[in-house]
């Protein structure tokens, strides 16, 4: 069975400083790979995902995250953060056959210092 | 907008209260979900439906009750609660249910136990 650990619970940055929140999974295959972001009062929307190919994945809102192998992490990262970013962050870890595989992390809340 | 929405948004109920959260897909999926986010723990797949039938039930109490009359609809129905019941009950909606799909979350209805 996969596993997938986030392992800050909260991390501050200040506005415009780069982000990097990590992400490690347990797998024996190559996993399919998900960033969440959660703001406050709402539901998870999809920041970016990962399948295969290109190990480095675009995202929306000016996110990417990298996929090792080797490190088995999928860490997301944003050059320059806003205010706005302020929210709960979570990476899931997928695999077939169903979507009961699918594990998410236990987030990371990411404040935003002005 | 992530095309799934939740009503109601908040809701308090008494122990012997009934009631139940409605989920509305509007983005064509065959598979629903609902989940239970509660604080400081991981987000927890209570169940799963594809095209209607329900194929994943993780050891819910049974005073939960899930009710999928249609593909896009998605009930839980909810009676003789606990107050460690109290938590954000989240619906999404995926287009396969498959580990490897992206799923698409309403913004959840809070709920609280008194």
């Known amino acids: 069975a996969q596993s997938v650990t986030q392992p800050d619970i909260h991390i501050t940055v200040s506005e415009g400083a780069s982000l990097e929140l990590r992400c490690n999974y347990s797998?024996?295959?190559?996993?399919?790979l998900f960033w969440y972001v959660q703001s406050p009062g709402q539901g998870l929307q999809l920041l970016l995902k990962?399948?295969?190919?290109?190990?480095l994945v675009q995202g929306i809102k000016g996110f990417e995250a990298e996929f090792k192998r080797s490190q088995s992490s999928f860490n997301l990262r944003k050059p320059s953060v806003h205010w706005s970013d302020a929210a709960e962050y979570f990476c899931?870890?997928?695999?077939?056959?169903?979507?009961?595989?699918?594990?998410f992390g236990s987030g990371t809340r990411l404040s935003i210092r002005p | 907008e992530t095309g799934v929405t939740q009503t109601p948004r908040h809701l308090v109920m008494g122990m012997t209260n009934k009631k139940s959260l409605k989920c509305e897909q509007h983005?064509?999926?065959?598979?629903m979900y609902w989940y239970k986010q509660s604080a400081k723990k991981p987000l927890e797949l209570m169940f799963v439906?594809?095209?209607?039938?329900?194929?994943e039930n993780n050891s819910v109490p049974s005073r939960f009750s899930p009710e999928c009359p249609n593909s896009s609809h998605l009930f839980l129905h909810l009676h003789t609660l606990q107050p460690e019941d109290s938590a954000l009950y989240l619906c999404?909606?995926?287009?396969?249910?498959?580990?490897?799909?992206?799923?698409?979350f309403g913004p959840g209805t809070r709920l609280t136990v008194t």
């Open positions: 999404a909606s995926s287009q396969e249910e498959t580990g490897a799909s992206e799923q698409y």
């Open positions: 797998y024996g295959a190559t996993p399919y």
């Open positions: 990962y399948f295969s190919g290109d190990t």
């Open positions: 899931a870890v997928g695999a077939l056959p169903t979507a009961s595989k699918i594990i």
């Open positions: 983005l064509g999926h065959n598979a």
């Open positions: 439906y594809s095209l209607e039938e329900r194929v």
